[in-house]
């Protein structure tokens, strides 16, 4: 178990302050915590397969290809588009919404910190 010497350590080494009163409820909280994980270790885990994520969804990935200026890429696995090709506005008729351009860029202030 940890003692109150380690957290006083352990809270010195991360650069944060702890209260002295503070530190024999934390170290109590903390080695209730690494009690209950231990409890973990009693678990027969014989058959179980390891896994990166409990939720089971997988990456929707499709091929990248060069598509024509105004298309929509295929989108089958995404469902059905709601807007077609036709139906885009031209870049020059969104340009012409933003405040600043050059040529087919939108130009933004230089934020430097």
Do not use: C, W
């Not at 503070?22 to 170290?27: I, K, M, Q, S, Y």
């Not at 031209?90 to 230089?110: K, M, Q, T």
């Amino acid at each position: 178990m940890i003692s109150e010497d380690d957290i006083k350590k352990l809270a010195s080494l991360a650069r944060l302050e702890l209260d002295p009163a503070f530190a024999p409820t934390l170290t109590e909280h903390i080695n209730s915590i690494i009690g209950y994980m231990e409890r973990l270790n009693d678990i027969d885990t014989a058959g179980a397969e390891p896994m990166s994520h409990v939720h089971g969804a997988t990456n929707v990935l499709r091929e990248d290809a060069v598509q024509p200026a105004g298309s929509v890429p295929d989108s089958s696995a995404l469902g059905t588009p709601t807007i077609s090709a036709q139906e885009m506005l031209p870049a020059e008729a969104l340009l012409d919404n933003v405040p600043d351009h050059s040529g087919r860029f939108i130009r933004v202030p230089l934020i430097v910190e």
